[in-house]
Nanobody
Framework: QVQLVESGGGLVQAGDSLRLSCASS????????MGWFRQAPGKEREFVSR????????YYADSVKGRFTISRDNAKATVYLQMNSLKPEDTAIYYC?????????????WGQGTQVTVSS
């Protein structure tokens, strides 16, 4: 497992943008696929986006497709989530997660989360 620290959350208005960052302690960050998940009050944690170890492949939940962009900088051991056109329903705690870049691995390292609140 690796340590992950998220930052960049905050309170914004609908239509605004935020960029979340997640810094990793991994000695070889490129060994890991990275993901973003979120949990809204009273709801289960849900997948938002993920990116492969080299940034070559990305996936998005339908609810954020076209608005959010995931990226990574392996030299800085950091993954980002650019969130545009934010909606009140995007309000949640956002978590960064890591998994080894190999078949069958699960996201088993998690950050502490960063709060994103979008007001209408």
């Amino acid at each position: 497992q690796v340590q992950l620290v998220e930052s960049g959350g905050g309170l914004v208005q609908a239509g605004d943008s935020l960029r979340l960052s997640c810094a990793s302690s991994a000695r070889t960050f490129s060994n890991f696929d990275m993901g973003w998940f979120r949990q809204a009050p009273g709801k289960e944690r849900e997948f938002v986006s993920r990116i492969s170890w080299n940034g070559g492949t990305t996936y998005y939940a339908d609810s954020v497709k076209g608005r959010f962009t995931i990226s990574r900088d392996n030299a800085k051991a950091t993954v980002y989530l650019q969130m545009n056109s934010l909606k009140p329903e995007d309000t949640a705690i956002y978590y960064c997660a890591a998994r080894l870049a190999r078949v069958g691995s699960d996201f088993d390292s998690w950050g502490q989360g960063t709060q994103v609140t979008v007001s209408s």
